[in-house]
């Protein structure tokens, strides 16, 4: 029998039975339990002429089962094909990450993503709050991360070249920040949808905005920077002063506070040492912790966060670059640099999420760059991320063990727009989710097929995707 759901991603087991169910309110018809004889991860659902039941080993699976649900309403008008469908995830972390420090993206926005996510069984929201080009969450007591980090007052027009000389901007200031009620609310909204949003607070370095706001959280308090207008890394990093951990300190307890999720992100991802070295203060900090070298500075606030979040009974996840200094046994590494970095990562011991810029990057290219919307350069397309081969080195089987996740990025550098946000997420994020998932593989050609009968559905929630070539 073909396939008249055309669901994406694919679950793992499909049966069709004769018939179908004929209802104008299928939600109504819906029967939900749980079922202690079902593996947590495992759901079942089944929908026969009389109505539709499902039940799961736990309230994740129970989410998973309903948003497959979802999925299968939203593409019918009322005669729901009968089916019996068995069904778990092969990754728990099943994630997009969302720069909204770049550009920042409204509250409506960033629910209809939770939704869209939602239909795709993704579960994991990660937000990119903080970077050198604005600071987008509220933190009490430290009212100018919004008043002043929030804001800059002209964004780069185009690509950033070495000369300087050429770079024009637009002249309009740009921000925006959400209150910490106003995040309570969209991680409610996740929540009941099954998706689960983790905070990231970029430090040491990508700091640029705070210490705009604070310049004595620099190294070089007396000088006044803006907030950031180009892309690129800042050298402007944190400074090691008593006040900069305290600053830490209470900006990790608030984001640990609002965010249930059992991490938080703590960047780490680009520090220059520039400042450190010229500093004096940096100097003698290190002669005090007994350091040698420069590089070691980030390891000391690497372990400082860990401890901080610990006391809140978190877990740190970091981009790979901080296993090039100390760093605490149970840090969740994401790797983004190269696919070999899984290899690293594993090796060592580290629970590590998939998040390589080859394969998971969606600010990259889709096609001819002279026919698409400015990107950041690269190429990545659906097919790309379907058939990608996600660790060049051949994993042991205690290596695969801590694959805990795979996760797609939104930089959103050249997205000034939701609108441009979701037509460079689209349809690649459906290719991810599937591979995420871990449905039964087929041929491109097979999918492709099936994700041309599913866009109907993302045209139903109001996604504006690029169409497949």
């Known amino acids: 029998m073909s396939d008249p759901l055309a669901l994406v991603p694919l679950p793992r087991s499909v049966v069709w039975s004769e018939g179908a169910w004929e209802t104008s309110d299928p939600w109504d018809g819906l029967s939900v339990g749980l079922n202690e004889d079902l593996p947590p991860t495992e759901y079942a659902l089944s929908i026969s002429p009389t109505g539709a039941a499902l039940t799961a080993g736990s309230e994740a699976a129970l989410a998973d089962g309903r948003n497959t649900f979802a999925q299968i309403v939203t593409g019918t008008d009322g005669s729901i094909p009968c089916v019996t469908i068995s069904d778990s995830p092969r990754y728990a972390w099943r994630g997009m990450h969302v720069d909204v420090a770049r550009h920042f993206v409204p509250l409506d926005q960033l629910e209809l993503l939770v939704d869209a996510m939602a239909l795709h069984r993704l579960n994991v929201l990660h937000l990119h709050l903080t970077d050198d080009q604005g600071?987008?969450?509220?933190?009490?007591?430290?009212?100018?991360?919004?008043?002043?980090?929030?804001?800059?007052?002209?964004?780069?027009?185009?690509?950033?070249?070495?000369?300087?000389?050429?770079?024009?901007?637009?002249?309009?200031?740009?921000?925006?920040?959400?209150?910490?009620?106003?995040?309570?609310?969209?991680?409610?909204?996740?929540?009941?949808?099954?998706?689960?949003?983790?905070?990231?607070?970029?430090?040491?370095?990508?700091?640029?905005?705070?210490?705009?706001?604070?310049?004595?959280?620099?190294?070089?308090?007396?000088?006044?920077?803006?907030?950031?207008?180009?892309?690129?890394?800042?050298?402007?990093?944190?400074?090691?002063?008593?006040?900069?951990?305290?600053?830490?300190?209470?900006?990790?307890?608030?984001?640990?506070?609002?965010?249930?999720?059992?991490?938080?992100?703590?960047?780490?991802?680009?520090?220059?040492?520039?400042?450190?070295?010229?500093?004096?203060?940096?100097?003698?900090?290190?002669?005090?912790w007994g350091l040698t070298r420069v590089s070691e500075i980030q390891g000391r606030f690497t372990q400082f966060a860990a401890d901080v979040l610990a006391e809140k009974g978190k877990q740190v996840i970091a981009w790979d670059e901080v296993l090039e200094s100390h760093v605490p046994d149970?840090?969740?590494?994401?790797?983004?640099?190269?696919?070999?970095?899984?290899?690293?990562?594993?090796?060592?011991?580290?629970?590590?999420?998939?998040?390589?810029?080859?394969?998971?990057?969606?600010?990259?290219?889709?096609?001819?760059?002279?026919?698409?919307?400015?990107?950041?350069?690269?190429?990545?397309?659906?097919?790309?991320?379907?058939?990608?081969?996600?660790?060049?080195?051949?994993?042991?089987?205690?290596?695969?063990?801590?694959?805990?996740?795979?996760?797609?990025?939104?930089?959103t550098e050249y997205m000034p727009t939701p609108e441009h946000l979701q037509y460079m997420a689209f349809p690649r994020m459906c290719a991810l989710a599937e591979r995420a998932w871990g449905s039964p593989a087929q041929s491109w050609e097979e999918f492709e097929e099936r994700l041309r009968a599913h866009l109907p559905r993302l045209d139903a929630f109001g996604i504006r995707y690029r169409p497949l070539d």
Request: proline residues 5%; negative net charge.
């Open 135 to 288: 600071w987008r969450l509220e933190i009490k007591g430290y009212p100018r991360l919004t008043e002043v980090g929030a804001w800059r007052e002209q964004t780069l027009v185009g690509h950033m070249s070495e000369d300087e000389q050429s770079w024009t901007f637009d002249g309009t200031p740009h921000g925006g920040s959400y209150t910490q009620e106003e995040m309570a609310g969209l991680v409610e909204y996740a929540r009941r949808r099954g998706v689960m949003i983790v905070p990231e607070i970029d430090l040491p370095g990508h700091m640029q905005a705070a210490i705009a706001a604070y310049p004595s959280l620099g190294n070089f308090p007396e000088q006044q920077l803006g907030v950031r207008e180009v892309w690129g890394i800042s050298d402007h990093v944190l400074g090691v002063t008593d006040e900069v951990f305290d600053f830490l300190r209470d900006v990790l307890t608030q984001v640990a506070d609002l965010f249930p999720a059992p991490y938080v992100h703590i960047g780490g991802d680009e520090c220059p040492r520039a400042e450190w070295e010229r500093s004096s203060v940096a100097r003698a900090r290190m002669n005090e």
């Open 330 to 411: 149970d840090i969740v590494v994401m790797n983004w640099r190269h696919g070999n970095g899984l290899k690293e990562s594993a090796s060592r011991g580290f629970r590590t999420v998939i998040a390589n810029n080859e394969h998971t990057y969606f600010d990259h290219y889709q096609a001819d760059p002279s026919q698409e919307p400015l990107a950041i350069g690269g190429h990545t397309t659906v097919e790309d991320v379907y058939t990608a081969t996600f660790s060049p080195k051949k994993l042991g089987t205690d290596e695969e063990r801590l694959l805990i996740g795979l996760q797609g990025q939104l930089w």
